[in-house]
């Protein structure tokens, strides 16, 4: 049973536009969530966390929300570039300091030029 | 600097036979995590290592799987009597704080 989901699987966007990957997850013990973006060939690449105390964290054109009643998370790409196509995985945990991640199964962006 | 590498980039196999995949974390990194990613499937969380020892292996799908880690470095994942099921990538991760893993590009793994 899947904790962490990600329902798109892709996700095509024009450059310049806004990118909204989304994320649920089904465990209310979740407080620590994380994004990777994986590029072809390479392993994921850590991107950007939130922790459960927050409900936004943003960082350059990233920024994570979470809406923890809705047990729902998603990230903003905006302006989205070409560069950012890619795999991207949400992850959570039940703390912060835990090693522990719950992966979902990964939405492909494609930033169209 | 050198970021996490692992070989070989990809592997196939006979059904049956035994197969060791390596990690070469970041040096300096304490940590490591080999996790699979199967087809379809979000990343599975395999094992975890401190040092040398692993205080979890809770993610070890069979009793077919194993792995060690020396000097507090390179990692070997062996998997013994492959089965077609445990095809998949195996990535493998480093660091000092858990959130922050930096992984490998991942070893592709076909047994047919």
């Known amino acids: 049973d899947q904790q962490v989901k990600q329902n798109s699987p892709s996700l095509s966007v024009q450059e310049g536009r806004i990118s909204i990957l989304n994320c649920d997850y089904t465990n209310s013990m979740f407080d620590y969530f994380l994004w990777y973006k994986k590029y072809p060939a390479e392993g994921p690449t850590f991107l950007i966390s939130i922790s459960s105390i927050k409900d936004k964290n943003e960082d350059g054109r990233f920024t994570v929300f979470l809406n923890k009643s809705a047990k729902h998370l998603s990230l903003h790409i905006v302006p989205s570039q070409p560069g950012d196509s890619a795999v991207y995985f949400c992850?959570?945990?039940?703390?912060?300091?835990?090693?522990?991640?719950?992966f979902g199964t990964g939405t492909r962006l494609k930033v169209l030029a | 600097g050198a970021g996490v590498s692992q070989s070989p980039s990809n592997k196939v196999t006979e059904k049956g036979k035994d197969v060791e995949l390596r990690c070469d974390p970041i040096s300096g990194h304490t940590a490591l995590y080999w996790y699979r990613q199967s087809l379809g499937q979000g990343l599975e969380f395999l094992i975890y290592?401190?040092?040398?020892?692993?205080?979890?292996k809770s993610g070890l799908p069979s009793d077919r799987f194993s792995a060690e880690r020396t000097g507090g470095s390179v990692s070997t994942l062996t998997i013994q009597r492959t089965q077609q099921e445990d095809s998949a990538v195996y990535l493998c991760?480093?660091?000092?704080?858990?959130?922050?893993?930096?992984f490998g590009p991942g070893t592709r793994l076909t047994v047919t």
């Open positions: 991760a480093s660091s000092n704080i858990h959130y922050e893993q930096y």
């Open positions: 290592f401190q040092g040398n020892s692993a205080p979890d």
């Open positions: 992850a959570a945990s039940a703390a912060s300091g835990t090693y522990k991640y719950i």
